[in-house]
C-alpha cells in the first residue's frame, strides 16, 4: 500500500483554499513541504502502470429529466464491445507555456479493436451502423483497419488498411475514452501530464517549478480560480475531494487514498442565469478491483452526459471491463504495429512506409 495514510492526512488538518489570482498573491493553509508530498505521493501512484490490457463493453442509456429519480433509464441501441492496450504513459498533448494553448504531443503507445460498434447512422440507410475494426497507434504512426460493416441484416466486407500520420480520433475522443473506460483511470483521465493532480500540486506549492523543469505556465489550471481540497466520503468510503472554481463552473474530483489514489467520482458544472449549478457531465466509479500490485483498476462506471441543444435527453454511458489485465511482464509492445492482414488493399496516399519492429517495410502505398 501507498505510504500516504488515511490517518495522517487527517492529522495535517487537511484543508487547502488557494484563492489564485496571481502566483504570489496565493494563500496557502497547508505548507508547502505538505503539498509537495502529496504531489509526490500522487506521482509514484501514476507512474506505477506500465501497461494493460482491457476487454470491456458499453452501452448507452437515456433519460429525460435527470432530476426524476421515478423516470428509469431506457437503454438505446448503441453498443461498443472492445479490446484495448495502454501503455501507462499514454497522453497525447502538452501544454505550450508560450502561444498558451495545448497542443499535440503525443507519449506512450494505444490500440483498440472494436468488436463490435453500433452507432446511429445520420443520413444513413438504416437508423444504426454496426462496425468491426481497430485502431491504433505505436509512437510513430497510427493505424486504421477497417474490418466490416453491417445494416438491414446485411454484411460489407470492407478489408482496408491505412496509416496515418497522428493519432487516430478514436483514441482522442472523450466519448470513445468512455466506451473503453480509460476516462476513468487516474492514468488516462487527463490529457497532458501537465494537467494530473501530481503536476498541479507542484505549481502551487512552487511557482518556480514549470519553469525549472521547462514545462507549464506556473499556475496555469488554477489562475482565477479556487482549489479546494477536503475530505468527503462516497458510499461509505473516506475520499479527498479536489475542486477547482471558477466564476461559473466548477470541477471536481474524489480520490481514494487508501486505493493508490484511484478516481472514484467526476463532476464538471457550469451556472446558470440565475447562479445555480447545473451539471455537465460526471464519472460515478460504482466498483474497483484490484489487477496488479498497487494497481486499482475501474471495472464498473456510468458516465453521464446533459443534453446536446434542446429538447434531447440526457444520456448515461455504462461501462463495464469484462477482463483485465496489468503489468504483464511479457506485454509486447508489438502489440501496437499492427500489420497488414492478408487479403486487405491499403487505402491512402500519404506514408510509403510503415515501420514494423523498428524495420521499415514497404506497404504498396502509391506515389502522390
Not at 503507445?109 to 462496425?131: I, M, Q, T
Not at 498541479?200 to 482565477?224: R, S
Not at 479546494?228 to 475520499?239: L, P, Y
Not at 489487477?291 to 456510468?302: S, T
Request: charged share 25%.
Amino acid at each position: 500500500m501507498i505510504n500516504l495514510k488515511l490517518q495522517y492526512i487527517v492529522y495535517l488538518a487537511f484543508l487547502i483554499i488557494l484563492n489564485v489570482v496571481q502566483a504570489e498573491q496565493t494563500k496557502l493553509t497547508l505548507s508547502v513541504e505538505e503539498l509537495k508530498y502529496l504531489a509526490t505521493e500522487i506521482k509514484a501512484a501514476e507512474k506505477r502502470l506500465h501497461n494493460i490490457k482491457i476487454e470491456s463493453e458499453a452501452w448507452v442509456e437515456e433519460k429525460a429529466d435527470l432530476s426524476d429519480p421515478c423516470e428509469p433509464w431506457q437503454r438505446t441501441p448503441i453498443y461498443i464491445s472492445s479490446t484495448a492496450w495502454f501503455t501507462g504513459n499514454w497522453s497525447y498533448q502538452r501544454w505550450n507555456s508560450q502561444r498558451r494553448m495545448f497542443e499535440s504531443h503525443i507519449e506512450g503507445k494505444a490500440r483498440v479493436d472494436f468488436h463490435k460498434e453500433v452507432l446511429e447512422w445520420e443520413n444513413g440507410a438504416a437508423p444504426y451502423l454496426e462496425s468491426n475494426y481497430s485502431v491504433s497507434f505505436d509512437g510513430q504512426y497510427g493505424r486504421y483497419i477497417r474490418n466490416s460493416t453491417s445494416y438491414g441484416g446485411k454484411v460489407f466486407h470492407i478489408n482496408k488498411w491505412r496509416v496515418l500520420p497522428d493519432v487516430p480520433h478514436q483514441l482522442r475522443s472523450k466519448s470513445y475514452q468512455r466506451v473503453v473506460g480509460i476516462k476513468a483511470f487516474l492514468n488516462f483521465h487527463f490529457r497532458s501530464e501537465e494537467e494530473k493532480f501530481s503536476s498541479l500540486f507542484q505549481y502551487v506549492a512552487d511557482p518556480n517549478y514549470a519553469l525549472k523543469n521547462g514545462e507549464a505556465d506556473p499556475n496555469f489550471a488554477v489562475k482565477n480560480t479556487e482549489l479546494e481540497v477536503t475530505f468527503q466520503k462516497i458510499r461509505g468510503v473516506e475520499c479527498i475531494n479536489i475542486s477547482l472554481k471558477g466564476k461559473r463552473y466548477r470541477e471536481s474530483w474524489w480520490l481514494d487514498p487508501n486505493r493508490d489514489f484511484a478516481l472514484l467520482k467526476h463532476e464538471n458544472t457550469r451556472n446558470d442565469k440565475d447562479g445555480s449549478e447545473v451539471l455537465v457531465d460526471s464519472i460515478d466509479v460504482r466498483k474497483l478491483n484490484k489487477v496488479a500490485e498497487n494497481i486499482w483498476c475501474p471495472v464498473e462506471v456510468y458516465f453521464v452526459t446533459a443534453p446536446f441543444g434542446i429538447g434531447n435527453s440526457w444520456k448515461r454511458t455504462v461501462y463495464r471491463a469484462i477482463n483485465v489485465v496489468a503489468n504483464d511482464p511479457n506485454f509486447s509492445d508489438s502489440i501496437f504495429t499492427v500489420p497488414i492482414p492478408e487479403g486487405y488493399s491499403v487505402d491512402g496516399t500519404e506514408y510509403k512506409t510503415v515501420y514494423t519492429g523498428g524495420k521499415t517495410e514497404s506497404c504498396g502505398l502509391p506515389d502522390k
